[in-house]
Antibody, heavy 119, light 108 residues
Framework: EVQLLESGGDLVQPGGSLRLSCAAS????????VSWVRQAPGKGLEWVSA????????YYADSVKGRFTISRDNSKNTLYLQMNSLRAEDTAVYYC????????????WGQGTLVTVSS | EIVLTQSPGTLSLSPGERATLSCRAS???????LAWYQQKPGQAPRLLIY???SRATGIPDRISGSGSGTDFTLTISRLEPEDFAVYYC?????????FGGGTKVEIK
């Protein structure tokens, strides 16, 4: 069974940093591109960042470019999101999601981890 | 960036009725790379449709997708109790990937 399990969400002050993790199991992690997608409380979905299967290519939404860094460790079957210079508007549930054939749509999602940016 | 506009914002229907949800793109979606997801409260989104009209694994045939270019539709032919949820469209034909604002299907 495909599983994605996010962790690392917390309450952090504006300007602070946080690292999210997503542990994958039940499939060959190194064969799939993966993304982070977030959802602010009561709002819709927003794609944040993506990384290719071997980690060689990364992509970011303009809203996080220069502040967030996506990475992966295929030996640990884990995806990461390093979040710096956090703002109130980054408050959201962050989901990791597996892409189908590196196409850009998602067939499996984690349960999400909540990041709250507030003083 | 392609902006996706979903309508209506809320659809109030009874079980057994037909639901028609619209997703309109600000420019043509490459190769009709349009997906639909269902999300229930406290849960992650679930893939329903990809490539505008292909059902994901395990999705019942009462749920269908259609459309091309800039206009796409998700149809639920007969609403079951488990279909009341929020639905999002997403385009993956160009970066950045973008989602629509969602349509809530609620029980009338």
């Amino acid at each position: 069974e495909v599983q994605l399990l996010e962790s690392g969400g917390d309450l952090v002050q504006p300007g602070g940093s946080l690292r999210l993790s997503c542990a994958a199991s039940g499939f060959t992690f190194s064969s799939y591109a993966v993304s982070w997608v977030r959802q602010a409380p009561g709002k819709g979905l927003e794609w944040v960042s993506a990384i290719s299967s071997n980690g060689g290519r990364t992509y970011y939404a303009d809203s996080v470019k220069g502040r967030f860094t996506i990475s992966r460790d295929n030996s640990k079957n884990t995806l990461y999101l390093q979040m710096n210079s956090l703002r109130a508007e980054d408050t959201a549930v962050y989901y990791c999601a597996r892409e189908v054939s590196a196409s850009g749509f998602f067939d499996h999602w984690g349960q999400g981890t909540l990041v709250t940016v507030s003083s | 960036e392609i902006v996706l506009t979903q309508s209506p914002g809320t659809l109030s229907l009874s079980p057994g009725e037909r639901a028609t949800l619209s997703c309109r793109a600000s420019q043509s979606v490459n190769r009709n790379y349009l997906a639909w997801y269902q999300q229930k409260p406290g849960q992650a989104p679930r893939l329903l449709i990809y490539g505008a009209s292909s059902r994901a694994t395990g999705i019942p045939d009462r749920i269908s997708g259609s459309g091309s270019g800039t206009d796409f539709t998700l149809t639920i032919s007969r609403l079951e109790p488990e279909d009341f949820a929020v639905y999002y469209c997403q385009q993956y034909g160009s970066t950045p990937l973008t989602f629509g604002g969602g349509t809530k299907v609620e029980i009338k």
